[in-house]
């Protein structure tokens, strides 16, 4: 099976690279890493120029303007990106006849969910920030090119279109939550001061490889059509996935918990981020302590980023 990932040097788009070149049905000759300057969220022809070099069975998509302030400060940007892009990589796909698979975020969701119950596929969707309205749009395009009609519907297996839904990314290359914390509790134990980190944003913390090999298994059995979410198990305020963080790192800095007004930003993240997960995959601090080493690794010898 022919396989094309885009954002293939991105968190996501790295590890389903690895996993499907590990993976007996793909095989490295099989994956076809599209990334800047190749694939460009900006240019919107190049989807259709990529499919008939490569000619894909299938488009795993998991390029996107991640920066959730530089959506909020340039919206439109953000639509032409996440939104559009989408749009014309669906259509692209359907011309070449190539399958898709979107991938998507909790964002969609406003994280008003009053039972502190995980959101589920067919949930309300009403996103409360420029990156989840961008993000929205583009599962709608692909749903409106592909003639799903249903707004939030998730499709039967045997359909050509997947979307899959995932929440607060870690994992190499690093530059990312738990980077960020062991970095900032360096620096408040030289000062001798404690952490602050906000505990009123609560999420489902997912290690983008088990994320990967939880695709690539979908992808293995052909059942990835229609609509899903996928996160590791468990869930954790900011501020407790810090001192999870800490606690395995053996790092002796206190943590304090803020509320998330203390640390005013652009965008506004919604309050639960909690998703349910269709797919059973390993609670989030194991996948913690699997990825910690790396961290660890690449910060003792300076060396290539985890
Ligand atoms: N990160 C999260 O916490 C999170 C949570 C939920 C859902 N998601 C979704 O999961 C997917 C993968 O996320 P990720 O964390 O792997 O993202 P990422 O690390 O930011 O990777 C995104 C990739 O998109 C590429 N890209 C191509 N054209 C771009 C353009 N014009 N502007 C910006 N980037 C462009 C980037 O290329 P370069 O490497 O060349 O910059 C990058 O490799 C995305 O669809 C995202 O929306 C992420």
Avoid at 211 to 226: K, Q
């Amino acid at each position: 099976m022919r396989i094309a990932v885009t954002g293939a040097r991105g968190r996501l788009g790295r590890a389903l690279c690895e996993a499907l070149t590990d993976a007996a049905f793909a095989g490295p000759a099989a994956v076809f890493p599209w990334s800047r300057p190749d694939y460009d969220l900006d240019d919107l022809g190049a989807a259709e120029r990529l499919l008939a070099r490569d000619r894909p069975d299938l488009v795993v998509h998991a390029a996107a303007w991640t920066d959730v302030d530089g959506c909020a400060r340039h919206p439109q940007l953000a639509n032409r990106r996440n939104g559009e892009a989408t749009d014309a990589l669906a259509r692209a796909c359907l011309g070449t006849g190539s399958d898709l698979l979107v991938i998507s975020t909790n964002e969609v969701f406003d994280g008003r969910r009053p039972d502190r119950r995980g959101y589920r596929p067919n949930d309300r969707v009403g996103p409360i920030n420029a990156y989840g309205e961008s993000k929205l749009a583009g599962e709608r395009a692909a749903r409106g090119a592909f003639g799903v009609s249903s707004s939030n519907a998730a499709g039967g297996s045997g359909s050509r279109l997947g979307i899959i839904r995932t929440a607060w990314l870690f994992g190499p290359p690093g530059n990312d939550f738990p980077t960020k914390i062991l970095a900032a509790a360096e620096r408040a134990r030289v000062v001798g001061e404690p952490l602050h980190v906000v505990s009123d944003e609560i999420g489902s913390p997912t290690y983008a490889p088990d994320l990967a090999a939880a695709i690539v298994a979908l992808v293995g059995t052909g059942g990835y059509g229609g609509l899903r979410h996928i996160v590791n198990g468990g869930q954790a305020s900011r501020a407790d996935w810090a001192r999870e963080i800490l606690r395995q790192a053996g790092v002796d800095v206190i943590v304090e918990d803020i509320a998330s007004t203390a640390w005013p930003r652009a965008s506004t993240p919604p309050a639960w981020a909690v998703l349910a997960s269709d797919v059973p995959v390993r609670p989030w601090p194991e996948a913690m302590a699997a990825y910690l080493p790396r961290i660890m690794q690449a910060s003792v010898g300076s060396g290539p980023p985890p």
